[in-house]
């Protein structure tokens, strides 16, 4: 049987959003966001999932990664069998959004372990997307992006990962100091899809289940 969880990336400063996009669906929801200040490596309360990292533009790759080791080791969270990844400003869901997600995996020939419904095929990206974005002085500010590029799912209109997906990409950086990931990576999506493609997991397209900035 499978078990969906939405996690919502926002940041302090979007707080006011929040108590809006918590009421959208009754359960099966999260928002997550970084507070590099506390000591624990994460802490969960009232659907709030804030993370020992930094909550920074430059800083979402490092975010992901430290919300998917805690939700593989959350209690709370161990029934979870696929988890939606969608931002918190410019995508929108609704109570239909986890049924038409279960649809898509139960009708699916192969098994959904990296999904979404926008798909990039390129081996190109825009090095300087993140260019104005960043946060003044900070590694990525004028650095451009000159990684490896493959297929992937576009991070801006969310995706979907299995257990499985989350589990390769938590051991992919277990023991690594989250500083790495900063100077690494600055795209979040190019990032999961190269750590995937590693372990012979590929993106897949379905059909819409939210609606965002960049979906059409």
Sequence with gaps: MNKFLIVVLSCYKNKDIWDKILNIIEDDIIIFCGNEEQEEDFILENKILSLKCRDTYECLPEKIICMLNSILNIDKFKDITHIIKIDDHDTMFDSSTIIKLNDIILNSKTPIDYAGQRFNNSFRASGKWHFNKCSKNSLWDKMEYIGPVVPRIDGGCGYVLSRKSMNIINEKY???????????????????????????????????????????
């Design 174 to 216: 277990k023991q690594c100091d989250i500083d790495n990931i900063y100077k690494t990576h600055i795209y979040e999506d190019i990032m999961i899809a190269l750590i995937l493609r590693e372990n012979n997991v590929l993106p897949i397209k379905i059909l819409p289940i939210i609606i965002g900035d960049k979906s059409n």
